[in-house]
């Protein structure tokens, strides 16, 4: 019996002896910054350690987290540290914990930063799978459940559409909107509000320096998720799951605007013009002062061959934001629409000898140069605001010159040239 005994304390010996022998070495080569090598270590000798003492387990675990940290594979990196935290909680150990959480730590940053430079890099594909990783490593925080919102943009991106999909659905699903609390305080001194911490923002509320504290709050994603859900259903051909993605997300929040504007949206990437104009007047109605809803009704009015509808919104749409670039154009463009049927008009009387054609085309010049004239104060206010407007530069000589403005058209000529050479 004491022979057994004896037989079976050598082996136990043995046994734990070959499991430190082997772990050490595993540290060894970590601490050398062979990485590959540690992990070929420890999965030959896994077996071995992991039917040994949890102490062994968790150190085995944390090494193997550390390892596979460094060897850039980031997940399995985090799911072996926690593994290595919680075999150590089990026996109240803490010997591995607080490197164990430094590691997951800067594992799920190092992962979250490389798929960052993959984005600015346009290696969308490589930063959706990344960022996916990082979603992963603790799907129930917000953050990075946010990782989660970004995956499904870099892989749009990476048109990897049924995988953006996937994860845009996951987010509806799981009724996440990114909204977040910012913090703003007012320096007396200058009257400027700044944003700052919700640490600092504790600190400046009472502080005599600073006024105006407030907590504001971040506008919802859900209008853009839903949106794009929608847009990837148009662009698989299945306009009815679109159409059905936007409702239920309307039939949840029927006054927010953006999903208003989200089902405009949908509308006209389907080409139902009519549904879209109905819409945008709904949005106009829930913010009267939004000047972009009056410009989108002036374009798609535009296109529909209602001008002077077109143009009372634009007019509108100027009134509310006179520093938008884009309407100026278009509403240059529109009044310019005239301008065809007037040439029209007056090629049919160029070549007559009648007095009263000769007087009717004369007419119909003047009408013609009325239109330039027109056009005039909205092309000079865009010029103002945007110098460098190549379109509103040539669109400007063009007319200065055919209203015999030859001062103005040579200020724009040299302008156009200063900027093309």
């Known amino acids: 019996m004491k022979n057994i005994l004896y037989t079976l304390i050598l082996t136990v010996s043995v046994l734990t002896y070959g499991q430190k022998k082997e772990l050490k070495q595993a540290q060894k080569l970590i601490d050398q910054e062979f990485y590959n090598e540690a992990l070929d270590v420890l999965d030959n000798n896994k077996e071995l350690i992991l039917s040994s003492d949890v102490k062994y387990q968790a150190h085995y675990y944390y090494l193997n987290g550390w390892a596979l940290k460094e060897d850039s594979q980031s997940l399995k990196s985090v799911i072996s540290l926690r593994k290595s935290i919680e075999l150590e909680r089990s026996i109240r150990q803490k010997k591995y914990i607080e490197d164990a959480n430094i590691l997951i730590q800067n594992a799920e940053a190092d992962l979250v930063n490389s798929a960052v430079e993959d984005n600015k890099n346009d290696k969308y594909l490589e930063a959706s799978e990344k960022l996916y990783d990082a979603y992963l490593m603790n799907p129930s925080k917000e953050d990075n459940i946010t990782y989660l919102y970004y995956a499904a943009s870099s892989a749009v991106n990476s048109k990897q559409y049924d995988k953006a999909l996937e994860y845009y659905l ?19 001194e200058t009257g400027v509000e700044e944003k700052v911490s919700e640490t600092e923002y504790n600190l400046f509320k009472t502080s005599k ?21 929608a847009l990837i259903y148009v662009q698989k051909g299945d306009n009815d799951s679109a159409i059905s993605a936007i409702k239920e997300a309307r039939a949840i929040n029927p006054e927010d605007v953006n999903l208003i504007l989200s089902e405009a949206d949908l509308y006209i990437k389907i080409g139902d013009k009519n549904k879209f104009k109905d819409l945008m007047q709904q949005a106009i109605e829930k913010d009267p002062n939004n000047a972009i809803l009056y410009y989108n009704l002036g374009v798609i009015n535009g296109e529909q061959g209602d001008f002077e509808v077109a143009k009372t919104y634009y007019l509108k749409s100027l009134e509310l934001d006179n520093t938008y670039t884009a309407t100026y154009l278009n509403l240059v463009g529109l009044i310019l629409e005239g301008e065809g049927p007037l040439v029209e008009k007056m090629n049919k009387l160029v070549t007559s000898r009648k ?17 330039y004239k027109e056009c005039l104060p909205y092309l000079e206010k865009l010029i103002e605001i945007d110098p460098t407007n190549i379109e509103a530069l040539k669109t400007a000589k063009n007319i200065y010159y055919t209203t015999d403005d030859l001062d103005n058209f040579k200020l724009m000529n040299v302008k156009i040239q200063e900027l093309e050479n």
Not at 170 to 188: C, P, Q, R, W
Not at 355 to 371: F, N, V, W
Request: neutral net charge; hydrophobic residues 35%.
């Open 209 to 229: 320096d600073y006024t105006n504290q407030r907590i504001g709050k971040t506008e919802s994603r859900l209008p853009e998720i839903v949106k794009n859900i």
């Open 170 to 188: 996951k987010l509806k699903n799981m009724g996440y909107t990114g909204v977040v609390s910012e913090y703003f305080v007012t320096l007396i």
């Open 355 to 371: 007095a009263s054609d000769m007087k009717k085309y004369d007419e119909l010049e003047m009408e013609r140069i009325g239109l």
